[in-house]
């Protein structure tokens, strides 16, 4: 049963309402104060102080100070006006019930609403961080495409210089054979002319000189020729050889004989697990091959579809149980589906065909691959 504490002094004003409530032993984190414009409640255990104003107040800017055993309100009026008294009189039980139910739907009405401003201003805030975060984003991005443009602008203008480069050095080799050529139309009209001008006597003379300037001027045009037209090509051929794909290695590693016969050993195992299985008459023919099950497994376990990726595997190894690889994938799904039992099984198989079949993998080094196949 709380204390109800009528011992309180309560001063005012036109405009303010002070009041002093001793509560012995009073702190901070124990104290519920409720407040509202006309009710006003301390709870204090084993103490009670309720108030039922006698004019409504501005609970909001109202204040409370709590220490020395007392607690002293500061209570704004609404109105400037004095009261007669701080808590109304003559209020029955059931006033003072519907005025408690006013108060605490009100309270609960300012903390909706203090609520929904707070999830408002927060979406703002929101809102404006993420625009920040876009107009940020657009300059970068802004920035880098003017980064590219900047690039491409100077690759351009290099590869401009360099095609004006190479087109100034034609043009030079182009003047310069030119010149050349020029040099030796000269030289050979000087000898043309030291031959006239030697040439006093005798027919003989003077068509031994001709034929002599006409060899000359054939070896000119030719030394021409040879300058400006390149040297044909060297004519050449290239054979090439393919290996016949007898089996999956190449020629110069396989041996013909044995896989023929491994061949034919593993068709006759797929037909009498054909026989012996009825259901796999119904199957396609890659659906019977263990390889295209077993990929078939791993692209369901990527997609996290396990159940289906067991059947895959069950299947393949109904119809090649010596695969180790088969019950390991098959336990990386019964791990991820916590069926540590089957998991351990299937691992075990695995190490009994490895260990019987292989005999080179160290025990270590296949715990390390079942590791890894498991991703742990």
Not at 23 to 52: H, I, Q, S
Not at 208 to 230: C, H, Q, V, Y
């Amino acid at each position: 049963m709380p204390l109800q504490v009528s011992d309180y002094s309560w001063q005012q004003t036109k405009t303010a309402v002070f009041l002093s409530l001793p509560l012995k032993g009073v702190c901070v984190r124990d104290t519920d104060v409720f407040c509202t414009e006309n009710y006003l409640k301390v709870n204090f255990p084993p103490f009670l102080f309720e108030a039922f104003l006698y004019a409504p107040i501005d609970d909001e800017n109202s204040k409370a100070k709590v220490g020395n055993d007392t607690i002293v309100f500061t209570l704004y009026k609404k109105e400037a006006a004095m009261w007669e008294t701080l808590s109304v009189t003559g209020v029955d039980k059931e006033m003072m019930q519907r005025i408690r139910e006013r108060s605490v739907l009100q309270a609960q009405e300012r903390a909706k609403e203090a609520t929904e401003a707070k999830a408002a201003a927060k979406r703002k805030d929101q809102k404006y961080a993420l625009s920040v975060m876009m107009k940020i984003e657009e300059e970068e991005r802004k920035k880098i495409e003017d980064m590219k443009e900047n690039e491409r602008i100077k690759a351009t203008k290099e590869l401009e210089a360099w095609k004006e480069y190479q087109r100034k050095a034609e043009e030079q080799k182009k003047i310069q054979r030119e010149e050349k050529l020029c040099q030796k139309e000269k030289q050979i009209k000087e000898e043309r002319k030291k031959l006239k001008s030697k040439s006093l006597t005798g027919n003989s003379a003077p068509r031994n000189l001709a034929t002599k300037g006409r060899n000359s001027e054939n070896i000119f045009t030719e030394k021409l020729k040879e300058d400006s037209i390149p040297a044909p090509r060297s004519v050449g051929s290239i054979k090439i050889n393919f290996t016949p794909r007898v089996f999956p290695t190449a020629l110069r590693e396989s041996q013909v004989a044995e896989e023929e016969e491994w061949l034919h050993k593993q068709a006759e195992a797929r037909r009498a697990m054909n026989t012996h299985i009825p259901e796999l008459c119904d199957l396609k023919e890659e659906e019977k091959n263990p390889e295209w099950l077993k990929d078939k497994g791993n692209k369901l376990f990527a997609t996290e579809n396990y159940l289906a990726a067991i059947n895959a595997y069950n299947l393949a190894i109904r119809l090649n149980n010596k695969i180790p690889l088969l019950y390991l994938n098959r336990a990386a799904c019964h791990l991820k589906l916590k069926n540590l039992h089957k998991t351990i099984e299937d691992s075990s198989k695995a190490y009994r065909i490895m260990k019987r079949h292989l005999r080179l993998i160290h025990p270590t080094e296949l715990y390390k691959l079942m590791l890894r196949r498991f991703g742990m």
